[in-house]
């Protein structure tokens, strides 16, 4: 009966996403897993994780820790996306992925806090606001160039339900560069000028919620909601000079731009227990792509150079001020992402336990086709995913009591697609644009 | 015992915390694709000798018009072939003939001013004669096929060519290829500023200027041309391109009317077959915002295209190259580091005469400085 419920349940799933199609790819986790086991598992364990990735994927799993457990793991992501067969030499995504929770018991209630951090080996974060009409891929490139640090909550008042809920942190800029002095424009070499910076990081918070029920002892269900957020980069710089002492020019300009914009999404997720030892997970992720910023400047440019009495002189003319950029809309889609995951314990024994793990996930892209001048290339993308697992308990007493090595491996194929410019006097033109990406890792878990 | 195994790999992991973040930059848009045909960047002084961006300067021969030439078969070549219009003065008759240069680098060619080698000068290859020509050669368009070198140039009379085996000496037809034809309505000037090129058909196609438009014709051989029409629907030949007609009551505050609203000329046409199959004609133009003879003209270098061999080209509305300086008559030299488009425009210096100058694309392509001029045109 309840293996119905769960094919039927599955089938049900499986065709909705197949019909609405998918993808989330917002920022290195969303795009490569977090968590060795989690990762070959596709991702699909919103409603079976509790370790330190329960932060991302589902925070309410962080209540079904049984002790405080530590891990450490490292991730390394080789992107070979190429256009028009040429590497496009997109960035590496590594660095370290580890976190903590910390079990207990309030009122007699179960509740358990975590706290995780992906730390890219290359920068903390970006800033890339490229011309609109320059070709990138654009969910591979800046997207996941980026610190995710998040700390959540979890509490389980029923045996069958537990609640949790965090915050993810990241950080906007908004800065201002004042330059003033005289400009010489007779003997350049005299020219000065003076300048100051004020640049500030202010904090930004997005939500994360989750829920997890359990409706018999080998079936759980869960949904989770991750909130929207929107990095931002506002740039102003005033120039004030006189000019050769013929006249006062004042140049004012404005930027702004959201460099990294993470949609919202919604998943729905369940796993089952068949028979013990293997588990096998499902999730579906509502994505609200079409609430996406582009990641291009609004630049707005006031110049104004009076012209000195008499008039300028002979051979010079005065620059105008420039339009301010017409940004192009970017045609995104809701998504929904399908993930499939599977996990055999593969042996155990005393003090042993072993896993094999596989997973796939299908991220249909969500920009629309590039036939104008804009080039936000993307393409559909299949996950597939494989890892090993072994387990100690309590093996000797110098180890911690629950010791987890888990390894993963992820390959994404983006097949190859064509991109015909409706126009053909566009500066790009057609091109050919695909790939594939490999993802390895490992994660190493403590538990005392 | 359990601690310390707690504070252990705690440690570790702060440790190897602290060792991370020791990135760089990144690169940044690797292999982009691109039509090829700008925008330009013109070179900078670091990647020119003498005076950026002139790479051909002469005050008495006025060098303008250029077309280039690919000296080599390998891409990776920078060997290039430059052949121009010039001021001749012969025995006192000033006229304009059609001389050639070169460059091993793309840039230092053999003849410049600039040059402080006394006595070069680039080689007079073509000179008028014939009485269609009226004592003038201009506008000069060459290209190589097989191992035949074709140069067409214009006259009074029309458009003529010329072959040669070393792209030094050759031997002209004693008719124009493309002469007046009457009943053309728009063609109301002689066929003039040729640009020829062979598609991937086999047919060789003309992109021409006529009064202040651009026609096509095309040829089985190169040598017998036919006027071709851009809009069979209509019962006249129909140019492939003419100016953008705009209403100035409709142009918002401040903004200036399409830098091609008056003329299109200088076509300079290369085809290309893109990554999708589809055969592209890629046309740069001078394009001119005022009628022919207005006072204060201003020209930008722009970009027009097709996909497949007839029909009309469609414009970007964004010049490949502008600087206010008077700049015409595009011509491009493509290898394996970007694109070199050639043009004339208003030299640095007074009084005012045309020189070539040249600009590079993509914009984030930086040159060498390079070491030596030729030392032969």
Redesign the interface.
């Known amino acids: 009966m309840r293996a119905t419920l769960f094919f039927r349940a599955s089938c049900a799933t499986c065709a909705f996403a197949c019909g609405l199609a998918a993808s989330a790819r917002a920022n290195p986790l969303d795009a490569f897993g977090f968590g060795s086991r989690q990762t070959a598992m596709a991702g699909a364990v919103s409603a079976d994780v509790h370790d330190f990735s329960a932060n991302y994927y589902n925070p309410a799993g962080l209540a079904l820790a049984q002790r405080m457990e530590?891990s450490?793991g490292y991730m390394n992501v080789d992107q070979s996306l190429k256009?028009?067969g040429?590497?496009?030499?997109v960035?590496p995504v590594r660095?370290?992925v580890?976190g903590l929770v910390a079990p207990g018991v309030i009122a007699g209630i179960p509740f358990a806090f975590g706290f995780a951090i992906h730390?890219?080996?290359?920068?903390?974060s970006?800033v890339?606001a490229?011309q609109q009409d320059?070709?990138?891929w654009e969910l591979y490139d800046n997207r996941n160039?980026r610190l995710y640090l998040a700390a959540s909550l979890a509490v389980s008042p029923w045996p069958w339900l537990q609640l949790g809920g965090g915050l993810s942190f990241m950080s906007s800029t908004t800065g201002s560069i004042n330059i003033s002095g005289q400009l010489d424009i007779f003997q350049s070499d005299d020219s000065q000028v003076r300048h100051s910076v004020d640049a500030d990081l202010t904090a930004i918070r997005y939500p994360e919620f989750g829920a997890r029920i359990t409706p018999t002892k080998d079936w759980a269900v869960a949904v989770v909601y991750r909130g929207q957020f929107s990095l931002s980069l506002d740039l102003n710089a005033t120039l004030q000079g006189n000019i050769s002492s013929l006249t006062t020019a004042y140049y004012d300009l404005q930027t702004t731009s959201v460099n990294n914009f993470l949609p919202q999404q919604v998943v729905l997720g369940n796993s089952w227990e068949p028979v013990k030892g293997l588990h096998a997970s499902f999730d579906l992720t509502w994505v609200n792509w079409s609430a996406y910023v582009p990641p291009v400047s609004d630049v707005n440019v006031v110049l104004n150079i009076p012209a000195p009495k008499g008039g300028w002189p002979a051979g010079i003319t005065p620059p105008t001020t420039p339009a301010p950029t017409a940004i192009l809309p970017i045609v995104m889609h809701d998504r929904i992402v399908p993930r499939v995951g599977v996990e055999w314990r593969a042996f155990h024994a005393d003090h042993w336990e072993g896993f094999v793990r596989g997973g796939y996930e299908y991220d249909k892209t969500p920009i629309g086709a590039q036939t104008g001048e804009t080039n936000y290339i993307d393409r559909d993308r299949h996950a597939f995913s494989l890892g090993l697992g072994g387990r100690a308990v309590d093996l000797i007493?110098?180890?911690?009591?629950d010791l987890r090595l888990d390894v993963h491996a992820q390959l994404s194929e983006l097949p190859t697609g064509?991109?015909?410019k409706a126009?053909?006097?566009?500066?790009?033109?057609?091109?050919?644009a695909g790939g594939h990406i490999w993802n390895v890792g490992v994660t190493?878990t403590?538990g005392? | 015992m359990r601690a310390r195994v707690l504070l252990a790999p705690a440690a570790m992991a702060l440790l190897v915390l602290s060792c991370a973040t020791l990135g760089d930059e990144g690169p940044e848009g690797l292999n982009l694709p691109t039509s090829g045909v700008g925008p330009f960047r013109k070179l900078a002084d670091d990647e020119v000798l003498g005076i950026a961006p002139y790479v051909l300067d002469g005050a008495g021969a006025k060098y303008r018009e250029p077309s280039a030439l690919a000296l080599d078969a390998d891409p990776s070549s920078a060997r290039v072939a430059l052949y121009v219009t010039a001021t001749q003065n012969i025995k006192g008759v000033i006229h304009t003939a059609i001389m050639r240069t070169h460059a091993d680098d793309a840039r230092s060619f053999y003849g410049t001013s600039l040059d402080p080698t006394d006595g070069d000068a680039p080689a007079l290859v073509l000179d008028a004669g014939a009485a269609w020509e009226e004592g003038n050669l201009h506008s000069p368009s060459v290209l190589r096929v097989g191992g035949v070198i074709y140069l067409y140039y214009a006259a009074a009379g029309g458009i003529g060519v010329a072959t040669s085996t070393d792209g030094l000496t050759f031997t002209k037809r004693a008719t124009p290829v493309l002469a007046t034809d009457a009943p053309l309505t728009w063609e109301t000037t002689p066929p003039t500023q040729p640009s020829v090129a062979v598609f991937p058909s086999g047919v060789w196609h003309m992109f021409y200027a006529a009064a202040n438009s651009i026609g096509e014709a095309t040829s089985p051989d190169g040598l017998t041309w036919t006027r071709a029409d851009a809009n069979p629907a209509t019962p006249a030949i129909d140019p492939v391109f003419s100016p953008l007609p705009f209403d100035v009551t409709t142009l918002a505050p401040d903004a200036s009317p399409p830098f091609d609203s008056g003329q299109v000329a200088d076509p300079y046409v290369s085809p290309r077959v893109t990554a999708a199959g589809r055969l592209q004609v890629r046309v740069l133009y001078t394009g001119y915002d005022t009628l022919p003879g207005a006072a204060s003209r201003q020209s930008a270098i722009g970009f027009a295209a097709r996909y497949g061999d007839s029909g009309p080209l469609v414009r970007n509305a964004t010049p490949v190259y502008s600087v206010g300086l008077h700049e015409a008559a595009p011509t491009l030299f493509e290898w394996s580091v970007g694109t070199m488009l050639y043009v004339n425009q208003d030299s640095s210096t007074t009084p005012v005469y045309p020189s070539i100058a040249a600009a590079i694309a993509p914009v984030t392509v930086t040159l060498n400085m390079p070491k030596t001029y030729a030392t032969s045109p």
Do not use: V, W
């Open positions: 530590l450490i256009i028009n040429l590497d496009s030499g960035d660095g370290l580890g730390l890219p080996d290359d920068r903390l970006r890339r490229e320059q070709p990138r160039q007493p110098e180890l911690p009591r064509t991109t015909l126009s053909p006097a566009d500066f790009i033109g057609d091109y050919t190493l403590a005392f």
